[in-house]
């Protein structure tokens, strides 16, 4: 496989583009693709100069989850090669998920399978109307396994129970209804949208998007005690008083531009 099955571009802004390039196969993944979407996500999260991320797909769909041909060799594997490609699939999953950066799924057409996981792993969602999803993995006898938390966190449970049971596609409208994507256009419109979002988070401080997601990805499952809400404030005051803290209120006073925005 070419290292072309997954792209980057970075632009002068600081957003990354992270491009699924196998549309010959509706950017379905293979264990290669997987690994090289994992590395290429690890070191964005290790560039402080990346304000953004975009994660999209070449051609009709998004992506149709896993390479049937992949699917045919992993049904040859020892259970030691199906534990390690689990964790392979695992590593991209939470990478994506715990990416400092604030990340936007750009869904040109339809996403099956680990491609739905990819979306729910996203902050932001922007769909197009003709897309659809669909969870098939028990039409093989299979369960979608480490989507499912994901997938919980991003529509709840019940909705995941339905759609992990019973297999079925369902289009954007209802996806947005889930809350699996947030908004729903035209093709034609779905740039224009990502680029109106993009101009909305690069308004933003960079060093406080980051850390208003990690306080969410902390105490969102938790329940309101007075050590989740303790941890709440000492976040608060740690941002505070940063630097880029400092800046923020200061530019407010002075009624300019921050300094991220010049």
């Not at 010959?24 to 997987?34: F, K, Q, S, V, W």
């Not at 990346?50 to 797909?57: F, M, Q």
């Not at 939470?94 to 996981?117: E, I, K, M, N, W």
Request: with cysteine.
């Amino acid at each position: 496989m070419s290292a072309e099955a997954v792209l980057l571009n970075v632009d002068k802004q600081g957003v990354a583009t992270v491009t699924l390039n196998r549309a010959d196969l509706h950017n379905a993944l293979d264990d290669e693709a997987i690994s090289l979407l994992a590395a290429t996500l690890e070191t964005l999260a290790e560039d402080n100069s990346v304000r953004a991320v975009v994660l999209t797909g070449s051609g009709i769909s998004f992506s149709a989850g896993h390479d049937p041909d992949w699917l045919r060799r992993l049904s040859q594997f020892s259970a030691s090669d199906l534990n390690r490609y689990a964790q392979q699939h695992a590593r991209l999953l939470h990478t994506l998920d715990t990416l400092p950066q604030p990340t936007v799924a750009r869904v040109q057409g339809s996403a099956f399978g680990l491609g739905v996981a990819l979306v729910a792993c996203c902050d932001i969602a922007i769909g197009a109307s003709e897309a659809l999803f669909s969870l098939s993995d028990v039409r093989f006898g299979q369960i979608p396994a480490l989507a499912i938390p994901y997938l919980v966190r991003a529509i709840g449970e019940r909705p995941t129970r339905r759609y992990c049971i019973s297999a079925e596609r369902f289009n954007a409208g209802k996806a947005k209804r889930l809350g699996l994507i947030h908004q729903v256009l035209e093709n034609d419109e779905l740039d224009a949208a990502v680029q109106h979002m993009l101009a909305q988070l690069l308004l933003n401080g960079p060093a406080a998007m980051r850390a208003a997601k990690h306080l969410v990805g902390e105490v969102g499952q938790q329940d309101i005690t007075p050590q989740v809400i303790q941890r709440c404030i000492e976040h608060s005051l740690a941002v505070r008083m940063s630097d880029e803290g400092r800046e923020g209120i200061q530019a407010l006073i002075e009624m300019r531009k921050p300094s991220w925005l010049e």
